[in-house]
């Protein structure tokens, strides 16, 4: 089992930066990547990024590349999700997760384990 909490959540202005962490406990050699989610209000959850834990390989979703940058701590087990240029439809519950194993797609919500998620909410 990998057990994994988020933190660094919390309101920012349109144009500012959050900064998002993920500490993963338990048998997180068995990881083969982490990645973040979010979903808003109404809305289904949405793929942000992913990274390769071996590698720091990482994937964007359009909706955020060039704005968020996904980085992954060894040491600590920790992923981060710095957030820059924030907008309010940047809004939602962030979660990460861990996968186990390679699927073939970067992309997919396919993870074997989830945190709890962290509010973010962009003010205009």
């Known amino acids: 089992q990998v057990q994994l909490v988020e933190s660094g959540g919390g309101l920012a202005q349109a144009g500012g930066s959050l900064r998002l962490s993920c500490a993963a406990s338990?048998?997180?050699?068995?990881?083969?990547?982490m990645g973040w989610f979010r979903q808003a209000p109404g809305k289904e959850r949405e793929f942000i990024s992913t990274?390769?834990?071996?590698?720091?390989?990482?994937y964007y979703a359009d909706s955020v590349r060039g704005r968020f940058t996904i980085s992954r701590d060894n040491v600590r087990n920790t992923v981060y999700l710095q957030m820059n240029s924030l907008k309010p439809e940047d809004t939602a519950v962030y979660s990460c997760?861990?996968?186990?194993?390679?699927?073939?797609?970067?992309?997919?919500?396919?993870?074997?384990?989830w945190g709890q998620g962290t509010q973010v909410t962009v003010s205009s």
């Open positions: 997760a861990a996968k186990r194993y390679y699927d073939g797609n970067p992309y997919t919500q396919n993870y074997d384990y």
């Open positions: 338990g048998r997180t050699f068995s990881v083969y990547a």
């Open positions: 990274i390769v834990w071996s590698s720091g390989r990482s």
